[in-house]
């Protein structure tokens, strides 16, 4: 119940705008930085030397030891932002829960799967950076021994379609609510977000095959 | 033609402290051209003389019958019961607060909807009875009254994700309604007196881009586009701000 008690009116504030520009901003550092990062690992699929020259340049030039925990921050600064709209209350939980599969609408669905999807990578993407950063320098032959163990083959099998779900849905979230998509551009947006999200899993998984069959 | 059309209709009366909350199924035989309003009309005469319901124009312009028809907000007199299944479930619109059965009161939403986005043209101008009306330019016209065509049905506050969770968010209905004041050139307002009713998390940085209220909406206004713009405006117009320096 919402009883209006107070006597004086909150002064005018533009908190709400600046934490709106800033969950936007991190968001699509974050999407561009993912994307990227993809690219890189996957220039193991051609040949492992490419790939460990990116990494050595990466490392020489300091961008991966300065660069790694600015992006952990950003990641971290983005969920912090975009929490403010997550429903951590069992109330509203359950009330968009229901909603959802009564409306049985496509956008509310995909804000669902963008919360689930952020809780998973909040905790799968800090080990990652953790084990990668904590292990520098990085080289093909490190990644493959790693993802020849077997737990890390699981858990980047889970990790990688939480990833590029939740940066897809990011970036055409993004569009929609910035009227970058307008409304006769929305169903296009949504199909090449569809595309970039399958491409980029299929990327990622070819690269764990070339990391799987790799010869350590 | 000819199918039986089985309604499943939430019942409850929260004037009778007797009424327990419940769904009451009826059967009705399609007709041609048949509408929800025509169906429940039916049930009315025919089976249960106590089902509320709400109606007026039954031409989809009063936005008095918007209900939740298979889970979807819509209104019921524009909705045909051939494009539906046979069996139909009819629930009233959530966050208005109910009157009984499908009936809720949307009236006390909107006007303090109305007076919280200020939804009247401020001017300093008094008006002269006697004078020419002002010119508009037509395109303006035109882009005010696309607007304006807004029927206050709920429909876009009943399908919103955060309307749901969060009580005191204003729907997409306020922003259409400030956006159309935006546009007039009569308003006097200004960005940062417009910014200060909406630029906020109750706001336009209060929606979380879901479209439901987009792809609802029965009378097609460009919602989406609306929200966009309003939160390009409104963020740009916090940017101005963080630099300017003195006054």
């Not at chain 1, 084990?131 to 163990?149: E, F, H, M, W, Y």
């Not at chain 2, 298979?70 to 966050?95: F, H, Q, S, Y």
């Not at chain 2, 009247?120 to 009875?129: R, Y």
Request: hydrophobic letters at 45%; proline letters at 4%.
């Amino acid at each position: 119940m919402a009883v209006d008690t107070t006597t004086y009116v909150p002064a005018p504030s533009r908190t709400s705008a600046y934490l709106d520009w800033l969950q936007m901003l991190t968001g699509a550092g974050l999407i561009l930085f993912m994307w990227s990062h993809m690219i890189l690992v996957a220039s193991v699929i051609p040949t492992p030397r490419l790939m460990n020259a990116i990494a050595h340049f990466l490392e020489a030039t300091y961008m991966a030891q300065v660069g790694g925990p600015i992006i952990a921050c950003t990641f971290l600064l983005h969920f912090v932002l975009a929490a403010r709209k997550v429903p951590f209350r069992v109330e509203q939980q359950s009330t968009i829960w229901k909603l959802s599969r009564q409306l049985r609408h496509t956008d509310t669905y995909l804000w669902l799967i963008q919360a689930v999807t952020a809780m998973v990578i909040l905790i799968m993407g800090c080990i990652h950076m953790w084990t990668v950063l904590t292990d520098l320098p990085i080289t093909a032959a490190k990644s493959a021994a790693r993802i020849q163990g077997g737990f890390w083959l699981v858990f980047y099998l889970i990790l990688l379609p939480m990833v590029e779900l939740h940066v897809g849905i990011g970036f055409y979230r993004i569009a929609v609510k910035w009227g970058f998509a307008r409304r006769k551009d929305r169903k296009s947006f949504k199909k090449l977000e569809t595309y970039l999200t399958a491409i980029f899993v299929a990327i990622g998984l070819m690269a764990l095959v070339r990391f799987l069959t790799l010869s350590v | 033609m000819g199918r039986r059309l089985k309604f499943n209709i939430f019942r409850y009366n929260p004037q009778d402290p007797d009424s327990v909350p419940h769904t009451d199924t009826f059967y009705l035989a399609e007709t041609e051209s048949m509408t929800l309003f025509i169906a429940l009309t039916d049930i009315r005469e025919e089976q249960d003389s106590s089902l509320q319901f709400d109606f007026c124009c039954r031409a989809g312009i009063c936005g008095a019958c918007a209900m939740m028809i298979n889970g979807r907000p819509n209104l019921a007199c524009k909705t045909l019961t051939k494009d539906l299944p046979d069996e139909i479930t009819l629930m009233p619109l959530p966050i208005f607060k109910l009157i009984g059965d499908l009936s809720v009161d949307t009236g006390t939403w909107f006007r303090e909807m109305n007076e919280k986005v200020e939804s009247w043209v401020h001017t300093s101008k008094s008006f002269d009875p006697s004078a020419d009306e002002e010119r508009m330019d037509d395109a303006v016209a035109e882009e005010i009254y696309e607007l304006e065509r807004c029927i206050e049905c709920g429909c876009c506050v009943a399908a919103c994700g955060t309307a749901n969770m969060r009580r005191d968010f204003v729907g997409a209905v306020a922003m259409n309604r400030i956006a159309r004041f935006m546009l007039d050139p009569r308003d006097q307002r200004t960005e940062a007196e417009y910014f200060e009713i909406i630029g906020t998390d109750e706001g336009i940085f209060g929606c979380m881009g879901l479209l439901g209220c987009e792809d609802v909406c029965p009378k097609h206004l460009p919602l989406q586009d609306q929200l966009g713009i309003l939160r390009r405006k409104m963020g740009w117009s916090a940017v101005k701000e963080l630099f300017r320096f003195g006054k």
